[in-house]
C-alpha cells in the first residue's frame, strides 16, 4: 500500500470514530506495535540508505500527521461529550425546594443573623477576632493586672505554659475586640463582634462554649444614656414587640465604668421561657463606659474619647426569643431539638421582611 493511500485512510477512520473508545482503536490500529505506520517503520531496515532516508522521512511526517489528527479528534470528542451532560445534567433553579431537605439553621446561627441585621441598620459594622487569645487582649488591656480578682471569676481555659512563662488562653469574652478594634480604627468607633467565647461553667445558663456579642462605640461625646437608648431599641427590634421590660443593675467590670448589668423579664413555666411576663429576670448582658485605662491600652487618648461597651449573650437572648429552656441542648446536635427549633434555609432574616 502507498504511503498515500495509509494516510487517506487512517485519517479517514480517525474522523468517523463516534467515541473516544473507538479512537483508541483507530490509534492503536495505526501507532501501535503492529500498527499500519509501525509495520512500515520495521521496513526501513532492509531499504538502499539513500531510500531509506526519504521513506523514513515521509513515514515520520505521516506519523506526525496522525498523532495531530488524534489528538485533535479527542478534543471533538471530550468538548461533544462535555455538551452532552451538560444537557443531560441541567437544573431548573426555578423549581421550587424539594420538601425533604430537611436540614435547618441552628437559632444560634439565625440569632446571630438578627443581630448583624439591627445593629448593621444603626450604622455599626462587624468586628472579629481570634478565639485562641493572649493575656494581654483578654486581660491586661482590658485593666485586669496578674493580681486582679475579676481573673477568678472567669473560669478561664488556659493552654500550656510557654518557656517565657506567658500562657494564651481560649478567650473568656468578646471584649479583647475592643482593644484590637481601638488599635486600629480611628474614632468615630461603631462595631459589633459577634463571636465564640469559652468558661469551665455548665449548668442550664451556661456551657463551656457559648457566644457573646460585643458592642464599642467611642467618639468625644457619647454617654450612658445613648447606651440605655441603644440597648432599648435592639431589645424592641430583636423581640418585635412595642416595649421590652428591661431592668439596669448597676454593678462592677474592670473595663467598664460606671458598670451596669442588664436583665429582661420573663417567665419560666411548662418548660418554656417566655418574655415580657412573670417576675423572674434573665440577665442578657453586661456594659459600662469603657475605663479610661482601656482607651488607653487601646491606643486612644482617654482626655479626649470616651464611650461605651457591652457584652451580650447571644444564647442567652435566643433561648428568650424562641422559647428554649435549656441552654446546654444547643450544642448536643440532636436531630429531633434542630429541626423543632431551627429555621429554614432560605428564611434569610431582614428587618425589612421581619426577622423570625
Ligand atoms: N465582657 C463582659 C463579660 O463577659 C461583658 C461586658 C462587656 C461588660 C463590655 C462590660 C462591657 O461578662
Same mark, same amino acid.
Given at each position: 500500500m502507498s504511503l498515500e493511500t495509509l494516510e487517506q485512510e487512517t485519517l479517514a477512520q480517525v474522523a468517523a470514530a463516534a467515541d473516544e473508545a473507538a479512537l483508541e482503536a483507530v490509534r492503536v490500529a495505526a501507532l501501535g506495535k503492529k500498527g499500519t505506520i509501525s509495520e512500515q517503520m520495521k521496513q526501513l531496515g532492509a531499504l538502499a540508505p539513500e531510500e531509506r532516508k526519504s521513506f523514513g522521512a515521509a513515514l515520520n511526517l505521516l506519523k506526525d500527521k496522525v498523532a495531530d489528527a488524534l489528538a485533535a479528534r479527542k478534543g471533538e470528542l471530550a468538548d461533544r461529550a462535555l455538551n452532552e451532560r451538560l444537557v443531560r445534567e441541567r437544573v431548573d433553579v426555578t423549581l421550587p425546594v424539594r420538601h425533604e431537605l430537611r436540614g435547618t439553621i441552628h437559632p444560634v446561627n439565625q440569632v446571630w443573623e438578627e443581630i448583624v441585621q439591627i445593629f448593621g441598620d444603626l450604622g455599626f459594622s462587624v468586628a472579629e477576632g481570634p478565639h485562641i487569645e493572649d493575656d494581654f487582649h483578654n486581660f491586661d488591656a482590658l485593666n485586669m493586672p496578674p493580681e486582679h480578682p475579676a481573673r477568678q471569676e472567669h473560669d478561664t481555659f488556659y493552654f500550656n505554659e510557654k518557656p517565657d512563662g506567658s500562657r494564651l488562653v481560649l478567650r473568656t469574652h468578646t471584649s479583647p475586640v475592643q482593644i484590637r478594634t481601638m488599635k486600629t480604627q480611628q474614632p468615630p468607633i461603631r462595631i459589633i463582634a459577634p463571636g465564640r467565647t469559652f468558661r469551665s461553667d455548665s449548668d442550664m445558663t451556661h456551657t463551656p462554649m457559648f457566644n457573646q456579642v460585643e458592642a464599642l462605640v467611642i467618639d468625644e461625646t457619647t454617654h450612658l444614656g445613648n447606651l440605655k437608648w441603644l440597648l432599648h431599641e435592639f431589645c424592641k427590634a430583636f423581640f418585635e414587640v412595642d416595649d421590652v421590660k428591661m431592668r439596669f443593675r448597676a454593678s462592677h467590670f474592670p473595663f467598664t465604668e460606671p458598670s451596669m448589668e442588664v436583665d429582661i423579664n420573663c417567665s419560666w413555666k411548662d @418548660?418554656? $421561657?417566655?418574655?415580657?411576663?412573670?417576675?423572674?429576670?434573665?440577665?442578657?448582658?453586661?456594659? @459600662?463606659? $469603657?475605663?479610661?485605662?482601656?482607651?488607653?491600652?487601646?491606643?486612644l487618648d482617654p482626655d479626649k474619647y470616651q464611650g461605651f461597651a457591652f457584652g451580650m449573650g447571644i444564647d442567652r437572648i435566643a433561648m428568650l426569643k424562641y422559647g428554649i429552656p435549656d441552654l446546654r441542648a444547643f450544642f448536643e446536635s440532636d436531630l429531633r431539638w434542630l429541626r423543632h427549633y431551627g429555621f429554614k434555609s432560605l428564611q434569610v432574616p431582614t428587618l425589612a421582611g421581619g426577622l423570625s
Open positions: @418548660g418554656q $421561657v417566655k418574655i415580657g411576663e412573670g417576675d423572674s429576670w434573665l440577665e442578657i448582658l453586661g456594659s @459600662g463606659m $469603657v475605663h479610661p485605662n482601656v482607651i488607653r491600652a487601646g491606643g
